[in-house]
């Protein structure tokens, strides 16, 4: 074909990612970037017009042009956001258009009574690859910040996946972000006692837990000062870290507590290290900075 590798590469990922899911299902494939304004204004209507759809065999696909600049000069993209409709790894409607959630839902319908989809991918039931997609993309919305957003996709799948951990996880832990505490304690209490055993309930129930004490900012300021005017002690210490990280200020209370450790690791039965190890399970494991402030700690611990 005359490709050169990265050619190649960006054409098997397209055929992985698009044209194989697109031979039973229908493909919302939606063409943007990070420094695109109109496009960031349509995702949101994009993933909850395709979360409702998902069971209808409706899925989403985001190409970003900057990063698969060859995917989409071979699709002629001018401008963006460019949206197309894929079924059979070819282009059946240009949804650029349909900027409202009416609009999208109008033209997925009459696509929908047309194509022969097979929702369930010839498995039965909702194939689990399209519940991934979403949680995939609400994680991605959360780490870049926006609370309100994950969790509207993270409560689609919730209603399309009740049994799925993760999704009642990541509801959880984007209602913690967004500061309503009391609605995610709401949903935590109302988990089935199994499902709380899971890794990603027990992740959410940390964040949770680290959350309620939540602290407004005179009282942060005063946490803050205390702890500087009394070095030597460990409660005010650890006081001002557990306010200092429940206000989003993570690396002032890591740094305090990694402080208490090394001057004192056995205080109250270990109490900052554990507090260090609840916060690194409420971040996530895999989290750039847990992986960095664990080698904190283990130097501290270890030598």
């Not at 989290?287 to 700690?297: A, G």
Request: with cysteine; net charge negative.
């Amino acid at each position: 074909m005359g490709l050169n590798i990265e050619e190649q590469k960006a054409v098997e990922r397209f055929k992985t990612e698009v044209v194989e899911p697109s031979m039973t299902k229908l493909v919302i494939l939606d063409f943007w970037a990070e420094w695109c304004g109109p496009c960031k204004a349509l995702a949101p209507m994009l993933e909850k017009v395709a979360a409702e759809y998902a069971d209808k065999g409706v899925i989403l696909v985001k190409v970003n042009v900057d990063e698969e600049q060859f995917i989409a000069s071979q699709f002629q993209v001018q401008s963006i956001p460019t949206v197309y409709a894929m079924f059979q790894g070819q282009p059946v409607a240009d949804l650029t258009q349909a900027r409202s959630e009416s609009q999208l839902k109008q033209v997925l319908d009459q696509l929908i009574e047309k194509l022969p989809l097979d929702p369930a991918g010839g498995a039965g039931g909702q194939p689990q690859q399209d519940v991934g997609q979403f949680i995939e993309m609400a994680e991605q919305v959360l780490a870049e910040g926006d609370a309100e957003r994950a969790g509207g996709v993270f409560m689609q799948v919730v209603q399309m996946a009740p049994d799925n951990a993760a999704a009642h996880g990541g509801l959880i832990r984007a209602l913690v972000a967004g500061g309503r505490t009391e609605e995610a304690q709401s949903i935590a209490d109302a988990l089935e006692p199994a499902l709380k055993e899971d890794a990603a309930i027990q992740q959410a129930l940390s964040a949770l837990e680290l959350a309620s004490t939540k602290v407004d900012d005179g009282e942060l300021q005063a946490l803050r000062a205390a702890a500087s005017e009394n070095p030597a002690d460990m409660d005010k210490q650890f006081a001002f870290a557990e306010g200092a990280f429940a206000a989003g200020e993570r690396d002032e209370a890591a740094d305090t507590l990694l402080t208490m450790v090394e001057a004192d690791r056995e205080w109250n039965e270990g109490a900052a290290r554990a507090k260090l190890l609840q916060i690194f399970e409420a971040v996530g494991l895999e989290d750039p900075w847990v992986v960095t402030t664990r080698r904190r700690l283990s130097k501290i611990l270890f030598g």
